[in-house]
């Protein structure tokens, strides 16, 4: 916290005790973690040349040479959202890594105009919230979409959406592959194209957010309104007690 003593004369209606001046020493970690960025993988589509699935794990061997940890989730057998418990076992799966990683990649078809079914139900299944643990919160995102006809950015643009709602650190580099089915070969590999280079930056700038972002992400997505907020719980919660 900063030693600065803020002047709130200006600002009455402020609480004074849950104001902070930011404070750029908490901007820098004093022990950096050593381990790899730890980067969560997700694709939208279970066909089964997928290429959002081709496009996603040629982004994970990317982000392995640049020394990610990296894990791919499956869509298989994830069931709808509310149509199961959260204790179904794919549910279980999904959250755990989400827990784990400090960093996602989305990547999604683009279907009559926006992501699929299958991308959304997995970010569905993501809690907001669990106990005072906020899984996504202050995470790194990157999202990618593969197109059918020619380039298109709705699916990206909605996926921006969701990762602000969930209060991730989406980087400003995305990927749109057109035509995808021309971009791979026969043995699904990815061809040499602006479209490959474009991928490849957008690892490169994951890992580094992620690295610059992981180890004070909690001081980055600390909130005035909610420091207030949390004070006014406990006064409340003690004040019931009281009576």
């Known amino acids: 916290m900063s030693d600065a003593t803020p002047d709130l004369s200006d600002l009455p209606q402020i609480a004074a005790e849950h104001f902070r001046v930011p404070d750029p020493a908490m901007l820098r970690a004093s022990t950096p973690s050593a381990h790899p960025p730890r980067i969560l993988m ?19 061997r990317l982000l392995r040479a640049m020394g990610a940890e990296v894990r791919i989730f499956n869509p298989s057998g994830l069931p709808l959202p509310d149509d199961a418990p959260d204790t179904h076992p794919k549910v279980q799966e999904l959250r755990e890594l989400t827990l784990w990683c400090e960093g996602m990649v989305w990547c999604s078809p683009e279907r009559h105009g926006a992501m699929t079914g299958i991308m959304k139900a997995q970010i569905d299944w993501i809690p907001l919230n669990t106990g005072a643990v906020r899984p996504t919160q202050g995470k790194t995102l990157a999202v990618m979409q593969v197109c059918g006809g ?33 971009e791979f070969d026969e043995h699904n590999r990815m061809k040499p194209s602006s479209y490959l280079d474009r991928v490849v930056d957008v690892m490169e700038e994951l890992v580094k957010f992620t690295l610059l972002t992981r180890d004070m992400a909690p001081y980055l997505v600390d909130r005035y309104s909610e420091r207030k907020e949390s004070a006014e719980e406990l006064m409340r919660r003690v004040n019931q007690r009281a009576l």
Do not use: H
């Open 42 to 60: 997700l694709y939208g589509s279970l066909r089964e040349r997928a290429f959002s699935r081709l496009l996603t794990e040629e982004a994970a």
């Open 150 to 182: 020619s380039q298109s950015f709705n699916a990206v643009n909605q996926m921006r959406v969701l990762g602000r709602w969930m209060r991730m650190l989406t980087i400003p580099n995305q990927s749109s592959v057109a035509k995808a089915f021309m």
